[in-house]
């Protein structure tokens, strides 16, 4: 048992100190500084899009990520201990491969990362399914969602894709102690009951036919969607080996009632105590919900949703006077209207929003804090990587 021989000797080391008996009982139970080299990539459940104040603009990485919150309030302070925070919101496994896993440093004792959820078009299906920016129908929505299937289950695309992102990144491992943790998504929605179905956040509110229902079925879809990308994920990380590990916290955000729709709740909720992910007009303790409304450094008003999108077309249509906007597309190149979908601006409208409103469907500092706590707790139970047996120890 090394590490109780190393709290021990701790303990002694801190008697002898002025504030023994303080300091003894805020002594670590483990010992994390072997963890030299820690790093984290991914797409925005690692950056925590929203999640706390915003350390950076190209990537919107903020400071109450599970990464960061592991970094700077979790594991002990450690001047020694470097932090490479590389995710990237919207980042797809093959970014993540080509950006970040190139940018990783050698000798990482600590690697976490979260992958997937752009690789089976996860916005492309909550733009159908529950905004419908694009005036999206069911039809629309259910094709998203039998898209996201197929890649899902097809071992050449997601599997496939994660474990390439994985095998890249091993070789900056450290080979004698490096450990991956790979986190998953959550279930968005409660399912237990019906009091949703009367609900929707379809964006467009004044169109009625197109409108869809937060309905029980649709909810269940989702989350058996999310449920399914874990699986893949927990399949790539054991089909790996013991070094590389996953933490599913979909179950801890259900017995915390994070998620939407939870039993009894009449949705919209934004502020209800113990929701895990954002929703359009949820504000954190310690926010300014004015300030919020101006965290992009623009001034959409984030009261009027329809208003502010329409005002933000507006203004993309003025700088670029050769887009057209069309209410089933999005921005469409004027030039290249009607020749197919080739004049298609992708994603534009999802990417010109605010954080404040992109970050809904992501985890508030609640969720992060249990991703984190979770994966530390694993860590502890399990320790560092190994080194792979020698031959001649088989
Ligand atoms: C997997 O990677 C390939 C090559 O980068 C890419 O074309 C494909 O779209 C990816 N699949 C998924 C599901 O992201
Ligand atoms: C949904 O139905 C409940 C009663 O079951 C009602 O209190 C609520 O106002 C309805 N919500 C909407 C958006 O119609
Ligand atoms: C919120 O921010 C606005 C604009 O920066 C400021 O005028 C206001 O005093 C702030 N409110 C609080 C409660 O801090
Ligand atoms: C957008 O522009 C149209 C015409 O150019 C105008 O009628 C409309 O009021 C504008 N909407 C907003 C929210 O500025
Ligand atoms: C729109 O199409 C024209 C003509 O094909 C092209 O020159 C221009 O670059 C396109 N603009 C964008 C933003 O794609």
């Known amino acids: 048992m090394p590490s109780l021989r190393l709290t021990l000797l701790l303990s002694a080391a801190l008697l002898s100190c002025g504030s023994a008996r303080q300091n003894l009982l805020k002594a670590p139970a483990v010992e994390h500084s072997w963890i030299r080299n820690f790093a984290s990539i991914g797409d925005s459940y690692s950056a925590g899009l929203g999640s706390g104040d915003r350390l950076d603009w190209t990537c919107s990485r903020y400071a109450k990520s599970y990464p960061n919150i592991l970094q700077n309030t979790l594991l002990e302070r450690d001047e020694e201990r470097q932090h490479q925070f590389l995710a990237c919101s919207g980042a797809t496994s093959t970014e993540i491969l080509e950006k970040q896993v190139q940018a990783l440093q050698h000798g990482i004792d600590l690697l976490t990362v979260s992958a997937g959820g752009n690789d089976i078009g996860l916005t492309p299906i909550l733009s159908n ?12 929505c259910e094709k998203s969602i ?34 991956v943790y790979v986190t998953g998504y959550a279930g968005f929605f409660g399912v237990e009951d019906e009091v949703c179905d009367n609900v929707t956040w379809a964006v467009w509110n004044s169109v009625e036919s197109t ?8 909810r269940k879809a989702l989350n058996e969607m999310v449920r399914s990308v874990n699986a893949i994920l927990r399949k790539v990380t054991e089909d790996v080996g013991p070094n590389v590990r996953f933490i599913d916290y979909d179950h801890h955000i259900e017995k915390a009632r994070g998620r939407y729709c939870e039993s009894g709740v009449q949705e919209p909720s934004p502020n209800r105590q113990g929701l895990s992910f954002y929703e359009w007009n949820t504000v954190d303790a310690g926010e300014n919900s004015t300030e919020l409304q101006h965290r992009t450094g623009d001034d959409v008003p984030k009261g009027s949703f329809e208003g502010g999108i329409a005002e933000r ?21 004027k030039s290249r209207a009607g020749v197919g979908e080739e004049g298609l601006i992708e ?42 047996p020698e031959m001649e120890e088989l």
């Open 211 to 218: 409108k869809q229902y937060l309905k029980l079925e649709l």
């Open 146 to 179: 039998e898209e996201a299937r197929e890649r899902i289950s097809d071992r050449a695309q997601l599997y496939s894709n994660i474990s390439k992102l994985i095998d890249a990144a091993l070789p900056k491992m450290n080979p004698d102690r490096g450990v």
């Open 347 to 388: 994603d534009t409208i999802h990417w010109m929003l605010p954080d404040s409103w992109k970050r809904v469907f992501h985890l508030r500092p609640e969720g992060h804090e249990i991703v984190a706590r979770l994966l530390l707790e694993d860590l502890d139970a399990r320790g560092p990587g190994r080194k792979e």
């Open 129 to 140: 399914c529950i905004y419908q920016f694009y005036m999206a129908g069911e039809d629309d």
């Open 313 to 333: 077309i507006n203004k993309t249509l003025q700088e670029h006077p050769d887009w057209q906007f069309d209410p089933d597309k999005g921005f469409v190149n």
